[in-house]
């Protein structure tokens, strides 16, 4: 009778097992073939069993258990004079036999083709089957225990997988160090890996819980938990899967922002602290440790003086990393996962004014969760951060104002309240100087105390919670201060005009430029995009290509270019969206200056 079902197995699944195992092969090569070129005994065998390994099992056991339950197979072969837990047991071994068979094949044509290139004992080529047979072992006792789970199958993978991804991630680990996934770590790739037994028992006692539980399934209470999971799911337990996945990764993130983080700290920076603020430079990278203590300094007493106008408890610990080659105008913030603070990288003779500046905006940000960077309110942050960080430099405030004349876009309410647009219409230079120009015009107006408050109202600590919804709008709170939007648009604009007639001689010096950026296609070269600038013998091409909901574009690719005209090093599909931006060094200003910037689209 049990030979009898294995001809019924195979007449009904032998075309699908084929496929299989023809997929198995095709891609087998594929990897081995890769693994013949960067090296690795069985590096191609290994990335086989973890990335096809789970996927064969899948369809097996879908094939031989998920597929007999739901289509009432197994109420017929129930019927005939043999047991449930023999055609269990025939069901499960049959799935086995057809996995170690893969497996045995692919591990052996793996060997033959390292043995090409190298000797390779048979002691430690069997070393190795031990290990990859223990993985795809557990991996099929898995896959028959959630092919018992019938409609919640997919749902035992994915438990698996979200699981597995977040072990990784907050343990910061590899992959290759995950339980059972550690069967197929490198010292196994050159069958250097000495048998562990304990990995091994422990793995095979893994495998035995997963074989008794699909039992368990498939035999407690006459099958009926077999036959019921067999049935499809009902809106009811899709609802709950849904909402349970949401409120899961709700959760996570809700303890992801709040989990308390150490603070961030190097032992080889140059340190200054004060009584709410930590900055470190980095030694080296072509700044002298003299030049590092009076920059930790400067920036240290910004971020006092901070805390006492805007009422912070502190500001997290700051540490720069001067890196050689870096353009003096590029600031760059580094991510960091888990600790806290501010890490910036910059250029060793980076302007310190703008270094301040970034700081500032920086703690500002930390100290508002981000919100202070939302585009309704952050020209008042950017020009608060500008303002703070020059309001003892007279001679850069001068330069601030004089870049702000320079701005070929006049100062208006689309100007302040669409303030990613400007800033990408004028380039970060000129958009930062009229942030600044925009502040200095407001605190003027308001004086130094209803100015701190005012900036006390527009960035404070928000709550982590529903509550943020109906915190008052930016404009609601410059009409408590006795400002509107138009009104500050006008004052900062009538200001900027006569700072054009007071620097009408240095705006003078000022090259005139003009740019084009042109799109062109032939069926020879298809699309190309060209770009060019009169007036300027160097410049450069800011560019990226535009996803579906692109609003402002922080990384952008580079060209420089000493020629009338260029062609951007573009590859893009038709109607695909474009930015570019063309810029220049300015002598007059001290700072990069955007002549052009554009969105377009490819025909």
């Known amino acids: 009778m049990i030979r009898a079902l294995i001809r019924k197995e195979l007449r009904e699944h032998w075309v699908v097992l084929c496929i299989t195992i023809a997929i198995d092969a095709f891609m087998l090569t594929g990897f081995l073939v890769r693994a013949g070129e960067r090296g690795g005994r069985f590096s191609g065998l290994l990335e086989w069993a973890g990335m096809l390994g789970a996927l064969t099992a899948l369809v097996a056991a879908n094939r031989l258990f998920v597929r007999e339950y739901a289509g009432r197979t197994q109420l017929f072969l129930e019927v005939l004079p043999i047991g449930r837990p023999r055609i269990w047991a025939t069901k499960w071994l049959f799935g086995w036999s057809y996995m170690a ?53 997919y749902t035992a993978w994915i438990g698996v997988v979200c699981i597995a991804s977040f072990v990784t991630y907050r343990g910061k680990l590899n992959a290759a160090e995950l339980p059972v996934l550690d069967l197929l770590g490198p010292h196994v ?33 006459s099958g009926a938990i077999a036959s019921m999971l067999a049935q499809k799911m009902t809106a009811r337990e899709r609802v709950f899967i849904v909402v349970f996945g949401v409120v899961g990764m709700f959760a996570y993130s809700t303890v992801e922002r709040r989990r308390s983080k150490p603070p961030y700290a190097i032992s080889a920076a140059v340190s200054v602290a004060t009584a709410h603020a930590r900055v470190g430079i980095l030694q080296g990278g072509g700044i002298t440790d003299a030049a590092a203590r009076q920059m930790a300094r ?82 008042l942050a950017d020009g608060f951060t500008a303002w703070w960080a020059l309001r003892a430099e007279p001679s850069e405030r001068e330069e601030r104002w004089l870049r702000a004349a320079a701005s070929s876009v006049p100062v208006s309410v689309s100007t302040l309240t669409r303030w990613l647009e400007t800033q990408e219409r004028v380039g970060a230079c000129v958009a930062d100087a009229l942030a600044f120009a925009t502040m200095d015009v407001l605190r003027r107006r308001l004086g130094a105390d209803a100015s701190s408050r005012l900036a006390r109202a527009l960035f404070p600590r928000p709550s982590d919670d529903v509550r ?96 009338a005209r260029a062609t951007l ?21 001290h700072c990069p200056l955007r002549v052009r910037a554009e969105r377009i689209s490819l025909p």
């Open 468 to 563: 943020v919804l109906f915190e008052p709008k930016p404009a609601a709170l410059l009409a408590g201060a006795g400002v509107t939007w138009s009104a500050l648009a006008a004052e900062a604009e009538q200001e900027r005009q006569l700072a054009r007639a007071r620097y009408a001689a240095e705006l003078a010096r000022v090259p005139q430029r003009t740019a084009a950026i042109d799109v062109k296609h032939t069926p020879r070269q298809g699309t190309r995009v060209e770009v060019g600038m009169l007036g300027a013998p160097a410049y450069w091409a800011l560019y990226t290509v535009l996803g579906p909901w692109a609003g402002v574009q922080t990384a952008l690719s580079r060209l420089d270019i000493r020629a």
């Open 101 to 153: 068979a893969i497996t045995v094949a692919a591990w052996l044509a793996s060997w033959l083709r390292a043995l090409r290139t190298e000797p390779i004992a048979s002691y430690d080529a069997l070393r190795v089957l031990l290990w990859v047979g223990s993985f795809m072992f557990v991996v099929w006792s898995f896959a028959t225990m959630a092919g018992m789970l019938g409609r919640h199958r």
């Open 189 to 221: 790739a050159m069958a250097h890996a000495p048998i562990d037994w304990s990995k091994l028992l422990k793995t095979w006692a893994l495998a035995g819980g997963f074989c008794a539980a699909s039992a368990t399934l498939a035999l407690a209470g």
């Open 298 to 379: 400067t920036i240290a007493d910004d971020l006092e003086q901070l805390v006492g106008a805007l009422g912070l408890d502190s500001t997290p610990a700051v540490f720069v990393l001067p890196k050689r080659g870096f353009d003096p105008t590029v600031i760059e913030r580094a991510e960091l996962d888990e600790a806290e603070g501010i890490v910036l990288r910059a250029a060793p003779d980076v302007v310190l004014s703008v270094l301040r500046t970034e700081v500032l905006r920086a703690a500002l940000a930390d100290h508002t969760r981000q919100r202070a960077l939302r585009e309704d309110r952050q020209v």
């Open 569 to 589: 090093p573009l590859s893009t599909s038709r109607g695909a969206r474009v930015l570019v931006a063309l810029e220049t060094e300015d002598a007059v200003l």
